[in-house]
């Protein structure tokens, strides 16, 4: 099975509002992780990034935050715009060659 | 999409056709990979290849095959087409490392009746 999952398969906000997406992994060696964003009939879009060795790290209006001691990272997308809707995927290493993801959160904004 | 292209985009097929789907990238990446989406399941890696000539199995191969000829190109080929292959399929790639962060191309939609 894979090692990333998403605690909520849904997440609606109120636009102007933040919304975080959280991840749990299982791996305690992973070393490296990535948010994909996946607008509808699109393929999956690198938003950011985030190694072992970091807590936070921040983008344009988003931040990714890691909790190695619970095995958990979120996404923080601040003032979230309809443009925002959409899934994300949360991602890491399996073995040397290959990356496993998450099932996705489906972010929806409400005017 | 990273100087990744796919086609066909769109494609219906009968059960038993062969199906050649086509991944070609500008940037000179050293791995490529060939994924399907269907609700549920996500994303899962069907095949890769680290190399022209040099590919492997992803957790979905069956019924699948690949080629990578040159470094730009990696067909992914349905010998028989079977409906339960009817799904999204992306190409992805990335520079030096299957752990490196992956591009992905906009996907092929294949329906086979």
């Known amino acids: 099975g894979e090692s990333v999952g998403l605690h909520l398969p849904t997440l609606s906000v109120q636009e102007g509002d933040n919304s975080i997406i959280n991840c749990a992994y299982s791996n305690s060696a992973s070393d490296y992780f990535i948010w994909y964003k996946q607008e509808s009939g699109k393929g999956p879009q690198f938003i950011i990034d985030i190694r072992s060795n970091m807590d936070k790290r921040q983008g344009q209006r988003v931040t990714v935050l890691l909790n190695k001691t619970v095995k958990h990272l979120s996404l923080q997308i601040a003032a979230t715009q309809p443009g925002d809707s959409a899934v994300y995927f949360c991602a890491e290493p399996q073995g040397a060659q290959k990356l496993v993801f998450g099932q996705g959160t489906r972010l929806t904004i409400n005017p | 999409d990273a100087g990744i292209t796919q086609s066909p985009r769109h494609k219906v097929t009968e059960t038993g056709t062969p199906v050649t789907l086509r991944c070609h990238q500008t940037?000179?990446?050293?791995?490529m990979y060939w994924y399907r989406q269907d609700p549920g399941h996500g994303l899962r890696l069907i095949h890769y290849?680290?190399?022209?000539?040099?590919?492997d199995k992803g957790e979905v191969s069956d019924g699948y095959s690949v080629s990578r000829s040159k470094t730009e190109d990696f067909l992914l080929t349905l010998e028989s087409a079977t409906s339960s292959q009817t799904s999204v399929y992306f190409c992805?790639?990335?520079?030096?490392?299957?752990?490196?962060?992956?591009?992905f191309g906009p996907g092929t939609r294949l329906l086979v009746l």
């Open positions: 290849s680290y190399g022209v000539k040099d590919t």
């Open positions: 992805a790639i990335s520079e030096t490392s299957g752990q490196e962060t992956q591009y």
């Open positions: 940037e000179n990446h050293r791995y």
